[in-house]
């Protein structure tokens, strides 16, 4: 490969676990590179995530060369050529060069090389075909910075022998349009996703959700998620979804108040209440956790109203807890948006104050416990939840008004009517 010029702006090139890793990985005379999105990222001038590294040293010599260096080597996947070293407390992904000799579709088999051409020939974009050596020389074998320039995601060779070798590259290709894309997406790319989205359903679900769950955090998601629906992607990875409307109302109000976030995202995107976000979270196999929110966020035990009162928003947000109660005021805010294609201002200060409370207002605890009703001759069980339940609703309707005196007096009052009933 030839040089194609020299990174500006690269100031991480001179930190010490920098200058310390690749002295280690250069020590045997082979040559180490920056690859992928460090250097991408540096060209576009936007801030530099992780820094992955190709080399010519199969992944042996590089385990002995780190080792002997005094770092930390882990052998995170050597059948695909790939070691992690962490130096000073930074982890680095190192990769031998490799070509693939066997593809179906979700893993390739591969063969170690010396050849960086070979290297950069199977990688999915243009725009992450790049290297970079230590003194910050580029290399830039297919034009990649001027399709990131340009906000064009093209793949390197053809698209469609790129994706039936890796049929996730079809969100991929929407993902980094999302991120780096300009106007219209490539046209030869967007046709072949268009053509091989059938191929979608044979991917994982992890695969899948990781991939959608970054798109859907990119700064401005809907668009790509509109091209994506007319394509026939989102048929066959994401057939609950409905217009995206919400979503884009809902990007407009976290830039403004809490941030972006991918499953509040994708709650504003399922259509269909419960059982089309459970349909959701079995295929794209979501943890229980992102499960459980995202079912909340699409079917709550109640949607937010502007014009709540402190009273009730008080009681709404001690049963659900700040962040979920925050979550449910910007997707109403959103659909509000949405439904009427504005939103009036003196709506604006209702979901304002209400962000404003889950933000400052100190949820108190419940001033009556399990030790109380069983001091009361109540044997421990499901009875004691029950009646504690009882005066938690009665302590709520009070807007948290009664000490521990009152509510000790009210659970003694509940006590006794159960007696008398029985």
Partial sequence: MKPAGRLSGAGWLGAPEVRAVMAALTAGGATARFVGGCVRDTLAGRTIGDKDIATSDPPETVLRLLEAAGFKAIPTGLDHGTVTAVVHHVPFEITTLRHDVETDGRRARVAFTDDWLADAARRDFTMNALYADFDGTYYDPFDGAADLSAGRVRFVGDAETRIREDVLRILRFFRFHAYFGQGAPEAEGYTACRKLANLLPTLSGERVAAELLKLLNAPEPASTVELMAEAGILTATLPETGTSARLRALVTVEGITVGADPIRRLAALVDGGASAANAVCRRLRLSNAQRERLVCLVVPPVWPDSEWGARTARGWLYRMGAETFRDLVVLAWAG???????????????????????????????????????????????????????????????????????????????????????
């Avoid at 001091?375 to 339940?389: K, N």
């Fill in 336 to 422: 509000a948006i949405a439904a009427r294609g504005e939103s009036p201002r003196l709506e604006a200060e209702g979901w304002r104050s209400l962000l404003d409370l889950a933000k400052t207002w100190r949820v108190p605890r419940l001033p009556v416990g399990g030790e109380d009703v069983m001091t009361l001759g109540v044997a421990g069980g499901p009875e004691v939840g029950r009646l504690l339940g009882e005066v938690e609703a009665w302590w709520i309707e009070g807007d948290f008004q009664a000490g521990r005196a009152q509510a000790l007096e009210q659970l003694a009052r509940i006590v006794e009517k159960g007696k008398d009933r029985s």
